[in-house]
């Protein structure tokens, strides 16, 4: 099984220090987690590990040769459900992750709808917020499509997060060759639907996995949260069922890419041992 980690290993750092740390810790893979149209003073003073969507891709490939890592994926998670706007990452932001990706001989990218944060985006009905995933989406998948690259939909959000969801979504985007899924174990759980079943109805639609369990403290809030960042405890201490995802995934057929999103050190190296413990089962 790949295994490889989150670009967000230490806060306040640059995207070179993520690298480093993450080839420290003996991972070979990682994810190219966050990034920007344009420039922002973080990243020029080198406490924002962020990638610039219009910096050349030599830079990155620069950073990955230095530190023996491959890059799995470009992850390009947006506002999908709210009004565009020049502030919000959105499908232009998305088709320069695709670009990217092109360039760093990537073959996958992440996106998700996310959560509204304005008046209008909660107001939506359902169909109307498939129609507005599938208007922002359109043109990304042509650019997506005729580069080679796999644009994958992760839970992270209202529709994402259910099978049903889900389903309507990559029936009303269509381009099966193109459009697949990225299960994000804890997303999906946390958002109320059943990472399980997820594997069950899409099976090989799933091309990548972001593992997270879930602490029983989070049960009292699910189906209200569309997503979290990182787990905080090692894969399989927690109530999401990783060591039968993994096996459920595996026969399946599933052998893509998969990115570790666990906070701490510890608890990272504990969490890669028993999903090869698990995938040798």
């Not at 020029?44 to 030599?58: I, K, M, Q, R, T």
């Not at 919000?88 to 996310?114: D, P």
């Not at 109805?201 to 960042?229: L, P």
């Not at 993994?246 to 969490?271: C, H, I, Q, R, Y």
């Amino acid at each position: 099984m790949i295994i490889g980690c989150f670009a967000l290993v230490q806060p306040f750092s640059s995207m070179d220090r993520q690298f480093q740390l993450i080839r420290e810790l003996g991972f070979d893979y990682a994810d190219l987690t966050d990034n920007h149209d344009g420039a922002t003073l973080g990243t020029e003073y080198g406490f924002s590990a962020s990638v610039s969507l219009d910096g050349h891709p030599s830079r990155v490939r620069e950073m990955l040769a230095r530190h023996r890592l491959t890059l799995t994926s470009v992850c390009a998670h947006a506002n999908l459900l709210d009004p565009a706007s020049p502030d919000r990452y959105g499908t232009s932001e998305i088709i320069k992750a695709v670009k990217l990706a092109h360039f760093l001989g990537v073959k996958q990218v992440i996106t998700t709808e996310g959560d509204p944060k304005t008046d209008f985006g909660h107001g939506l009905s359902d169909a109307e917020r498939v129609f507005s995933v599938r208007e922002k989406l359109h043109a990304s998948i042509e650019w997506a499509e005729s580069l080679g690259i796999e644009l994958l939909l992760e839970p992270h959000g209202i529709l994402t997060d259910t099978v049903d969801g889900m389903s309507r979504l990559l029936d009303a985007l269509g381009h099966e060759k193109t459009v697949g899924i990225n299960l994000d174990t804890g997303n999906s759980w946390l958002g109320g639907g059943d990472p399980h079943a997820f594997v069950r109805v899409f099976g090989t639609r799933i091309r990548h996995v972001h593992w997270k369990d879930m602490d029983a403290r989070w049960e009292s809030k699910r189906g209200t949260v569309y997503g979290c960042g990182m787990g905080d405890i090692p894969l399989g201490d927690g109530v999401v069922g990783i060591e039968s995802l993994v096996a459920a995934l595996l026969e399946s057929g599933f052998d893509g890419p998969t990115t570790l999103e666990v906070a701490g050190p510890e608890n990272m190296k504990k969490s890669a041992d028993r999903l090869l413990a698990w995938s040798r089962r």
